[in-house]
């Protein structure tokens, strides 16, 4: 049986109560299928509680705290919408060191729709190109990056989209994303192993 292509990819999804819950679900399923482990990290250990919109849907357990959450340890992150999770995570400065380090390395980023706050708030998107839900442009512009209403964006290592209607083309250019990153990582090693 031949491997799926993002076995030994390691993705965070750093996530709070009331995130938009399609924009965790459907992308976790995404990458699981092609061989992902994804790691729900989130603030408080316990459970995280997901949101349909305006209503409170899911409950799902939290695999990992911010606090225990080594972002060296990970390949890429996810970062869910949902406006009230991304406001809470914006504020976290474990949430903000780790998409710096993560970004600082060039490893992908997956966005969309209200999780770009935290980007912003990171001091990241200074001269970046991304989507996000239309609200937050302001906030994108202000803080140096270029917003555009696509529904998905790609710049460098991260990708972004707007809301859980863009989430198949979101799906599609994250495992793309990811596919790429992990191709030129193994390529990376075997250089050094031939050496």
Same mark, same amino acid.
């Given at each position: 049986?031949?491997?799926?292509?993002?076995?030994?990819?390691?993705?965070?999804?750093? &996530?709070?109560?009331?995130?938009? =819950? %399609?924009?965790?679900?459907?992308?976790?399923?995404? +990458?699981?299928?092609? !061989? *992902?482990?994804?790691?729900?990290?989130?603030?408080?250990?316990?459970?995280?509680?997901?949101?349909?919109?305006?209503?409170?849907?899911?409950?799902?357990? &939290?695999?990992?705290?911010?606090? =225990? %959450?080594?972002?060296?340890?990970?390949?890429?992150? +996810?970062?869910?919408? !949902? *406006?009230?999770?991304?406001?809470?995570?914006?504020?976290?400065?474990?949430?903000?060191?780790?998409?710096?380090?993560?970004?600082?390395?060039?490893?992908?980023?997956?966005?969309?729709?209200?999780?770009?706050?935290?980007?912003?708030?990171?001091?990241?998107?200074?001269?970046?190109?991304?989507?996000?839900?239309?609200?937050?442009?302001?906030?994108?512009?202000?803080?140096?990056?270029?917003?555009?209403?696509?529904?998905?964006?790609?710049?460098?290592?991260?990708?972004?989209?707007?809301?859980?209607?863009?989430?198949?083309?979101?799906?599609?250019?994250?495992?793309?994303?990811?596919?790429?990153?992990?191709?030129?990582?193994?390529?990376?090693?075997?250089?050094?192993?031939?050496?």
């Amino acid at each position: 049986m031949s491997g799926k292509k993002l076995d030994g990819m390691r993705v965070a999804i750093l &996530v709070a109560d009331d995130f938009e =819950q %399609a924009e965790m679900t459907e992308p976790k399923k995404a +990458l699981d299928h092609v !061989g *992902a482990t994804t790691v729900i990290v989130s603030p408080v250990s316990g459970h995280i509680t997901g949101m349909n919109h305006d209503q409170k849907a899911d409950t799902f357990n &939290v695999d990992m705290t911010l606090d =225990q %959450a080594n972002p060296d340890d990970f390949d890429a992150v +996810l970062l869910p919408g !949902g *406006a009230i999770n991304a406001d809470f995570m914006r504020m976290q400065p474990r949430a903000r060191e780790f998409v710096q380090r993560i970004d600082q390395s060039g490893r992908p980023i997956a966005v969309i729709c209200h999780a770009p706050w935290l980007l912003v708030s990171s001091d990241c998107v200074k001269g970046r190109t991304l989507t996000s839900y239309y609200t937050i442009q302001d906030d994108i512009r202000n803080a140096g990056g270029t917003w555009v209403d696509q529904q998905v964006v790609r710049d460098r290592n991260w990708v972004s989209s707007r809301s859980p209607e863009d989430l198949n083309a979101f799906d599609s250019a994250m495992v793309a994303l990811f596919s790429e990153y992990m191709q030129s990582k193994g390529q990376k090693q075997q250089g050094t192993l031939s050496v």
